[in-house]
């Protein structure tokens, strides 16, 4: 039997960016006898997956593939007649893109689920570079049309999750297809994970663009290996010579030593940092400054506090903490830190959804008045372990 990692890398190398599940399915077919395969992605509100090749999969299907994306474990699945479908999540650094479905006519082997990981490891790669260079895998993931704004903050994001040895992160946008100027952004560099989730200022497409701004001149910054106070006030002043004060952000900027569990800190507005430990949720107590862009030549102070082993940290923006519905007291009084208690056995990436599917709720159901974020990070330590667990 060919191996079918290597078919499979070899099939996706020299295949078209837009014809990637076809090139499994050809290569799984002929490496592992299967008789057929198909790629389901996320939405944009993690609220179900969608079948990219054949738009007739059954729900029932649909609804395996969903739980094998939540539990990020694979799902074998028989059918009468003998038939066998495996189900695997498509992953890369934590980021959660999918699941592959390979389905074969008879029972598989026993190795065979570990080998159709691979396959689906290879795949990850290749659509997270592929994304770039065709619109087919984004047009399966959205249910309804973006706005333009929200068309630029889903590009300009990092990604929606990011795991290493030391932590979990992941973060959700609402509302997914009409979000404005809420944004989180991440990058991960040797010893250090850096952080920043931003407020904005208004609604709509020049909120967005207030938005890419700063992250851009944050990332500016960073990328030419300045520290949390360069970043913060290149992005200021940036920001207060364009806009004269009229426009700006107020944004949280963290800095994780992954090996100390050391936190260094810019709280400039008002995005608001919770921990929960053991069972506890409160709120991390950083002395607010300026929002970035208020004033020129603004300078900046950092704050530090260290996590422990099994802490969990959310990042809400005020469309969350501050969320008042008509006759109901806000959300972040009481209710989000029941929504955040109620996590404490899930990994951060089903976290944030549980925030915002509460969220959801506590304005029953009807459609957000704010833009919100929520960034949730588990803290493992530098050896623990990879998954969530009682906190």
Do not use: K
Not at 62 to 90: I, K, T
Not at 154 to 164: A, I, K, M, N, T
Not at 191 to 204: A, E
């Amino acid at each position: 039997m060919p191996d079918a990692p290597v078919v499979v890398s070899r099939a996706l190398r020299g295949a078209p960016p837009d014809r990637l599940p076809e090139a499994v399915d050809g290569a799984v077919r002929a490496s592992l006898g299967a008789s057929g395969t198909e790629v389901f992605v996320a939405d944009y509100q993690i609220s179900g997956l969608w079948p990219v090749r054949d738009p007739q999969v059954s729900e029932g299907c649909r609804q395996v593939a969903q739980r094998c994306f939540s539990s990020q474990q694979p799902v074998v699945d028989g059918e009468d007649g003998g038939r066998c479908r495996v189900f695997v999540p498509v992953s890369v650094w934590g980021e959660r893109l999918g699941v592959l479905l390979v389905e074969f006519p008879s029972v598989a082997p026993a190795d065979t689920v570990a080998v159709v990981g691979e396959v689906a490891g290879e795949l990850a790669v290749a659509l997270r570079a592929a994304d770039r260079e065709t619109d087919r895998y984004q047009r399966a993931r959205r249910r309804q049309r973006l706005s333009m704004a929200a068309e630029m903050q889903w590009d300009l994001l990092p990604g929606r999750s990011v795991q290493q040895e030391a932590f979990l992160l992941a973060g959700q946008l609402e509302p997914a297809y009409t979000v404005g100027g809420d944004h989180f952004d991440w990058a991960v560099e040797s010893d250090r994970l850096t952080v920043t989730v931003l407020n904005g200022t208004g609604s709509g497409l020049p909120a967005a663009m207030v938005t890419a701004v700063t992250v851009n001149a944050m990332r500016n910054a960073r990328r030419s290996g300045g520290g949390l106070v360069e970043q913060a006030e290149l992005a200021s002043d940036t920001l207060f010579y364009q806009h004269r004060g009229h426009r700006h952000v107020a944004t949280l900027l963290m800095e994780v030593d992954t090996v100390s569990g050391r936190v260094r800190a810019v709280d400039a507005g008002s995005p608001h940092v919770l921990r929960l430990r053991g069972g506890v949720v409160t709120r991390i107590a950083l002395e607010q400054q300026l929002p970035l862009g208020m004033f020129a030549e603004t300078r900046y102070d950092l704050q530090e506090f260290d996590l422990v082993a099994g802490d969990r940290l959310f990042v809400v923006s005020d469309g969350v903490y501050a969320a008042t519905p008509v006759g109901r007291e806000e959300y972040g009084r009481r209710a989000m830190a029941r929504a955040m208690r109620s996590t404490r056995l899930q990994p951060a990436t089903e976290a944030v959804g549980t925030v915002m599917r509460e969220l959801h709720a506590h304005h029953a159901d009807a459609d957000l008045r704010d833009d919100a974020v929520v960034v949730c990070l588990d803290w493992h330590g530098p050896s623990g372990p990879a998954g969530g667990g009682e906190r």
